[in-house]
């Protein structure tokens, strides 16, 4: 079935630096990809989306970009700060108003 | 911020007890969801809800059951609680893609 993975499942970085953080996803046909970030103890929380027409998003700090030739979506999060240590999910939507969400990936910022 | 809630945000009970888990919106959402979440892994749906008198089991088979009276009310159910419960039970609601998610009920079996 269609799966959405994660390439790794932490991300160290330093407090400033840029982070990215990639997702493979199995399905050409899904039309809407969508990243939450999960703090400890609290539900996920949207960052951003992209529908499946676009190629690149952004919004505050943080810039989706998606490559549907090799089914790739990534995060980019610009000057990483202490508050963006969390669980990172990205979730892709086939035709469906149900979402399938990957493994999440840890992101550390080291001060 | 979505006007989600979710109650209790804890629960131990024991096993063979039958409990509910709460979850409301206030955004007039036709879909709500109940996701299962063990701590640092993905989410699995185990129920969904397009609308009022309509629900159906998600991807993950679970023992819970849900209903669906009222637009803004999504509660679940167990009708006798295991250790194998025990997990993190999100809820969610969307009025199109996008899925807004409540805090999480935290629930233990002993």
């Known amino acids: 079935g269609e799966s959405v993975g994660l390439h790794l499942p932490t991300l160290s970085v330093q407090e400033g630096d840029n982070s990215i953080i990639n997702c493979a996803y199995s399905n050409s046909a899904s039309d809407y990809f969508i990243w939450y970030k999960q703090e400890s103890g609290k539900g996920p929380q949207f960052i951003i989306d992209i529908r499946s027409n676009m190629d690149k998003r952004q919004g505050q700090r943080v810039t989706v970009l998606l490559n549907k030739t090799v089914k790739h979506l990534s995060l980019q999060i610009a000057a990483t700060q202490p508050g963006d240590s969390a669980v990172y999910f990205c979730a892709e939507n086939l035709y469906t108003s149900k979402l399938t969400f990957g493994k999440g990936i840890t992101l550390s910022v080291r001060p | 911020e979505a006007d989600i809630y979710q109650t209790p945000r804890y629960l131990v009970i024991g096993t063979g007890k039958k409990i509910t888990l709460e979850c409301s919106q206030t955004m007039g959402h036709d879909k709500m969801y109940w996701y299962q979440q063990d701590p640092g892994m993905e989410l699995h749906l185990i129920h969904y809800s397009y609308g009022v008198n309509s629900t159906e089991k998600g991807d993950l088979s679970s023992e819970s059951t849900v209903s669906r009276i009222r637009t803004e009310h999504f509660p679940l159910t167990l009708e006798s609680a295991r250790p194998s419960h025990t997990s993190q039970y999100l809820c969610?609601?969307?009025?199109?893609?996008?899925?807004?998610f409540g805090p999480g009920t935290r629930l233990t079996v002993t």
């Open positions: 969610a609601s969307s009025g199109g893609l996008r899925q807004y």
